[in-house]
């Protein structure tokens, strides 16, 4: 029997590390691009090359997610993961506690009947799949405050957007930024994956993701998308996106003051 593997696409990948970081923080994310690339080159899926992305960046504890989230006003470490596909799956956690990798998390939920699960019972369905239960130390880091995102696509055509986060810092225990929100923080079609870092309430309310997807269906121009999303707000409101598009159609990030890294 035959296995139809859909179109030939050529494989890519982009990364960030949060936009608040600077180009210190660049290794992280270099070392996130390599390993999903890796797995792309080993004939690995889409999802399956994100999630290497995304878990170079959940431990590094310069960055935001994972191992350095950032801690809430009453000390606890609650964190947030989407992932959604160019074939409609969307899956993610929010407010996870005592999870050092909650990407893992998100992408069991892929295949469910279930989007999002937050809190208690996040961590309940965690414990049902095998996923270590451990204390998050955290990062108290009062700036750099953002998510970390990876986009892949693999030679079937398969755009993957998968982002994770601490949060800002301080924010109050509960608080839902725009990382796992489908929309506003990550948004996923079949022309294109865009995933967003920033300030979430600001993100949220501009539903920045699906916005500048559509914004590219009508210009098929990756680069001017991404520029009128960041337009979109003011200067002093930190935020930075990534895109990749169809094949052919090409990968960018506006923001350039986060560090990114791509490979295609
Ligand atoms: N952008 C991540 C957050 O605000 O939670």
């Known amino acids: 029997m035959t296995r139809d593997v859909g179109p030939i696409s050529s494989p890519a990948i982009v990364c960030h590390g949060g936009a608040g970081h600077g180009a210190k923080d660049q290794p992280g994310v270099d070392a996130a691009v390599e390993a999903g690339w890796e797995k792309l080159q080993s004939g690995s899926s889409a999802i399956d090359a994100a999630i290497a992305a995304i878990l170079i960046m959940e431990d590094d504890p310069v960055l935001?997610?994972?191992t350095g989230g950032r801690?809430?006003?009453d000390g606890s470490?609650?964190?947030?993961?989407?992932l959604m596909t160019s074939d409609g799956r969307y899956g993610a956690v929010t407010c996870i506690e005592y999870t050092k990798?909650?990407?893992?998390?998100a992408a069991k939920l892929l295949d469910k009947k279930i989007n999002m699960l937050a809190g208690r019972g996040a961590r309940d369905f965690a414990d049902s799949?095998?996923?270590?239960?451990?204390?998050?130390?955290?990062?108290?880091?009062?700036?750099g405050n953002d998510t970390v995102g990876a986009i892949v696509r693999d030679s079937t055509g398969l755009i993957v957007v998968a982002s994770s986060t601490g949060g800002c810092t301080g924010r109050p225990a509960g608080r839902v930024g725009d990382t796992p929100l489908i929309g506003a923080g990550l948004w996923c079609d079949e022309n294109i994956g865009?995933?967003?870092?920033g300030i979430g309430e600001a993100i949220t309310l501009k539903m920045s993701s699906i916005r500048i997807a559509d914004k590219f269906s009508n210009c098929n121009e990756i680069?001017?998308?991404?520029?009128?999303?960041?337009?979109?707000?003011?200067s002093d409101i930190e935020v930075g996106f990534i895109a990749l598009a169809k094949d052919g159609e090409g990968v960018g990030a506006a923001n350039t003051a986060m560090p990114w890294s791509t490979m295609t």
Do not use: M, Y
Request: charged share 15%; hydrophobic share 50%.
């Open 71 to 73: 801690i809430r006003a």
């Open 223 to 234: 680069q001017v998308a991404l520029e009128w999303g960041v337009s979109q707000f003011k």
């Open 64 to 66: 935001n997610a994972g």
């Open 101 to 105: 990798n909650p990407i893992l998390v």
């Open 77 to 82: 470490v609650q964190l947030d993961a989407a």
């Open 194 to 197: 865009v995933a967003a870092t």
């Open 129 to 143: 799949i095998g996923v270590p239960r451990i204390a998050v130390k955290g990062s108290e880091k009062p700036s």
